[in-house]
């Protein structure tokens, strides 16, 4: 052989299924590609936004204190400079005409005092007007003018809590969250590619698994016809001997034919084998039509052999004397036998007076005398075939008596509505063996048909038997269905599967966009309490014990407050005397008393920042972290107020919550007590300290949503997919699968049957004692016996078969075959212990 000649594939041997390189192909790269995908999505930007200090700048706002204060540069996707002055915007600056290398031009300006309450944003894009402008990144001017008053927006809060550098850090973070044409790149395109993917990989994956199942199909159905081959080949020198060991006078013509049947048959397949197995092992051939035909017809003719060849063996043994012709006659014998075991339980349950007792007692008999002729101890090999057959045929008769007796009275003809058809039962073909026994071929069917017709007229006309119909009946044969109906059923399933499918996607998609909504949603909740308060100078304007009674619990962060006490005229410049209110009177501006200069609220802010060094950064000169500042100022009638605090936190976020007072109104609330000033506030700092950094979403959600939905269901169907293909590998889960429950029910029966096999054996052992027929009580616990280690070789077959074999109609069927035996098991196994029993009863009363 040269090496490159391809080895003769063994019968032992799988077919190379291989595996679906394209699926997994196709799977690796959208994987690869989504990978990547995320991984780009969350690259973080590579650029920085330079900022520029000109001018003389108040708040300790310098290049220094601005560097000190910046823990990292301020990110952005390509470079953007923020130059910060000390002067206001001119008109043409306003208009975006800004120098070169300025992107954005910040002023430190402070507005002038509100004279209106204003709450539609017009104070607010008029104190932005001249303080901000930006270079024109936008085709719609106003959209530059919006993001321009929110970089403004963004200073001026954190100026109102007391900062200066960080105030001008918070606007450069706010312009490089809008002013940045290389965004974050979008996650459509690259969603969407792998949506296409994920897609591609199901359709290869659902062709490779629809490809390997077929495949593994044939294979099968190869593999078992190439066991029964090598069964027969295997005992082909014993059915010679067994054909050469009977005398030629007594060999009938049906078995001379057998066996020349099987002595060439066995040749020619053992020639035709090869080609068959290396067509369907072959990649090229394998899920040809022409080795469907070619495997096909291989199956049929083992087939065929098989059953000659058994026949052979059956009929040698009988003819013979051999040893196993008592089995041949149990083979015959045992559908016949259960079926009338059954007739004759339905025939017992009817009510008084419908059956003739005598019909009865010669139904059983016609039951003794084949079973005892089942034992073949009845004479020569001609003579035991001959009473065999008398047998069937006087049963047969009894049948056919009961079926006119059963449609001849007028009260079982009201009973009997109508004449049932007899439903199919699970049996043998024996037509092969009968002939090598010179018996007729159809003779068991016809029997058989004929116990069954009275069975369905007696379940017709008294009813159902509960120890075997619901027993039984999976395992009677059903009705098959019209092939339309079926393919309606098959389609409605089908329908049934996209639904849930659609639903489960669907269920899938909105719980992630619900996340999505409720991260960015999610207002944190806080269960600390202050770290410590401290006064200063001192305590002694304050009532602490009260003010400690009161303090709130439910901070997000460890926070130091310090409570400092101020004078509101000194430093605010602002009264509670009546008379100096009435002089600054305005009729334009009845609240203009309640009104403070920003201006000055700030300047004290960092005058109490100045006196206090120790809350202080060196380098920066903002507040520590974890401090917070509360002034009270105080006025000269003992009233306070609190319109500000200090905190080493930026504000951020589109509510600005961080900020203790309006810029819009600049008012003050007057509070007669200092305990409420300091409680009050820090109530209010516990609320709004959650809220800081809270954004909107920046994009509809629907979208994603919608493809979302269709990615949820493709990953579904892959996943349902590679279950389907790994089960159809080599997995033996013997809970799993159609059927699982039913094969577990029977095996349960089958072992109570097991466990009462020497009650069985006691009962048939008394029969054979005592009763009238001791040879047809003997046949009948040897056919009991047989036919339960049959049921007990079916069960431990079909709990092993793989778990992708058993989705199948063969599947199904061979459990139906099962709870059929194991019903008869039971029911003979029933009306033995019943009869004995009654004999036991008639004993003791002789």
Known sequence: MSRKATPPARSGNKPNFGLPWISILLGAVTVVFGTTGLVNIATQPDSEVRIVIEGQQPWNISRETVEAALDRPVASWQPLTLTVTDRTLSLEEQQGNLAPGTDILLSTKLPKAATIDNYDGSIRRAQARDKVAIRPFFEDPAQNLAVGQGIHDAYQANVGIGHGPLAVIAAAQEASRHLDHGSPPSPWPWIMATALGLALTAFALSKAQRRRSRWGARFRRLTAAQRQLAGVVLELDALEVTYLAVDPGQRPRGFTAAWAKVRKASLDLARTEEKVVAAVHARGSGMTPETARKLESFESLVSQLAASADAVMGAGAVIGRFRGGENTFQRLTAPLAFATRELLARLRAAPAGAIDPRAVTDLESALDALLAASTGKTGGSKHAVRAWDQAERVLKRQAHALSRKLGRPRRLRRMLRRRPLAAPRPAEDLSVLRTSLGLTPQGSRLSLNAVDEVNAMAREAFGRLPEFDDAAEPARGKTPLHPSLRTG??????????????????????????????????????????????????????????????????????????????????????????????????????????????????????????????????????????????????????????????????????????????????????????????????????????????????????????????????????????????????????????????????????????????????????????????????????????????????????????????????????????????????????????????????????
Request: hydrophobic letters at 45%; a negative charge.
């Open 489 to 846: 059923v098959r389609r409605s399933a089908k329908v049934l599967a996209g639904i849930v499918l659609v639903l489960a996607s669907a269920m899938l998609s909105s719980m992630v966009i619900v996340g999505i909504e409720d991260v960015a949603e999610a207002v944190p909740t806080g269960n600390r309490p202050l770290q410590a308060l401290r006064f200063e100078p001192d305590d002694s304007k304050f009532d602490v014990d009260e003010i400690r009674r009161g303090l709130p619990v439910d901070f997000t962060e460890d926070l130091v407050v310090t409570v400092v006490a101020r004078d509101a005229e000194d430093e605010l410049q602002l009264t509670m005397d009546p008379e100096v209110r009435a002089k600054i009177y305005d009729p334009s501006d009845p609240f203009a008393y309640t009104r403070f200069d920003p201006k000055l609220l700030v300047e004290s802010m960092w005058t109490i920042k100045a006196q206090y060094p120790h809350l202080v950064d060196e380098g920066s000169g903002e507040l520590l972290p974890g401090e917070v500042v509360l002034p009270v100022w105080f006025f000269d009638d003992g009233s306070t107020t609190a319109p500000a605090w200090l905190t080493s936190a930026v504000a951020t976020g589109v509510t600005a919550a961080l900020g203790r007072f309006d810029w819009n109104t600049n008012r003050f609330t007057p509070e007669m007590s200092p305990e409420w000033a300091v409680s009050n506030t820090l109530d209010r700092l516990a609320r709004v300290l959650p809220l800081n950094d809270q954004r909107e979403l920046d994009s509809n959600l629907d979208p994603l949503f919608w493809l979302l939905f269709p990615t949820n269901g493709l990953v579904l169907v892959i996943g349902y997919q590679v279950l389907l293909y790994g089960g159809s590998m080599s997995m033996r889960l013997g809970r799993f699968g159609k059927g699982a429950a039913r094969l577990r029910t029977v095996r349960r029966e089958l072992e109570a049957l097991t466990m009462g096999l020497d009650d069985s054996r006691l009962n048939a052992v008394f029969m054979v004692d005592r009763g009238s027929v001791p040879l047809a009580a003997s046949g009948d616990q040897r056919l009991f016996e047989s036919a339960l280690a049959v049921a007990w070789r079916m069960a431990g077959e079909l709990a092993a078969r793989p778990l992708a074999q058993r989705f199948g109609p063969d599947y199904t069927a061979q459990i139906h075959k099962l709870e059929y035996l194991v019903s008869v098991l039971s029911m003979r196994d029933a009306d033995v212990a019943g009869r004995a029993r009654a004999l036991f009863v008639a004993v003791r009363e002789a």
